[in-house]
DNA sequence: CTAGGCTATGTTACATTATAACAACCGCTA
DNA sequence: TAGCGGTTGTTATAATGTAACATAGCCTAG
């Protein structure tokens, strides 16, 4: 297994049992050979956002990932934090959720993607989908409007399994 | 043709030529009907705000219609605003689109759903889909993970017939 | 027809999210 | 090692959204 395949087993994460550790480790190392390949530099502040967001599947606002940067002590204006996730963002290594402005890790970085998320409403995790099928639905419905698809943002809230069993 | 069928055609309107008049006279006539029918006020306010929004197809930011109500002497602080989009949310009359933070009306109230979006770059205006296909391919990943849809936020951004034509 | 309760609005203050603008620093390479 | 481009520091402010309590308007029961 390559670091720029995907790695990290989409869809079966987030809501199901898995061993986070190796999510983190793993989109750490992807990240850090895709920068390279690239020529962009994953700085000491850029790293450690994408490992904070990578924390848990919760995706986390920028103030919070900024005052975790803080208690860090590295620099706490917002304009770190905003900084650092711009660059997240353009190299594709995390998404940002519009609807609840937050962030979260993408999972799989490698392959240039829209993300495509169920939210749990009850436990604040995001599970990111890989949706050929939706992808091919709007793509259709996009050309019969003559439209082309710049960027989409698909967020659907709910409640998964687990938290609809507790209740 | 009665006033709380589906009487502005989706996908129809916002990119192609038509008579807006007919939108916004026909939207207002279906609030009125559905908000008598739920025994709910559509004040003053709210139904500006409606027709505000309704001006074109193009999503306003709540800021924006705050200050639109301001010039014809309505009050001007946010709650005023905030509240009646809150009011139009959740009688359906319109749809927020996150990921522009700005509104729009919805083309369907009668008839409760998620909103769907095509939203153009170019000329910024937002065409509301009608995707039962899309519902499908979503409401299928939804149960194969146990998940329980909620609320959908569907937004796609990107360049619309005519501005593609233009460019 | 009016008292009281409910809904809606007014008002002030503030919370949250995000960006502009310019200065200082750092790492590379010519 | 001078300079250039990219990164970070710093200050200030913009944009978006809410809390909390006071006032006003509307509707119905007595």
Redesign the pocket.
Known sequence: MTATASSISTASTAFSQHDHNHCIKSAITQAQNLCKERG??L????QRVLELVWQSHQPL????LLSLLAEEG??S????????L??LQNEGLIH?L?SV??YTGCTNPGNPHEGHFFLCLSCNQALELDTTTLQNSLQNSAENHGFAIAQQTIEITGYCAQCQQSA
């Open positions: 962009v530099r700085t000491r502040v850029r606002g920028a103030y919070t590295f620099n204006a917002p304009p770190t934090i905003y900084r650092a711009e660059f940002k519009a402005n937050a």
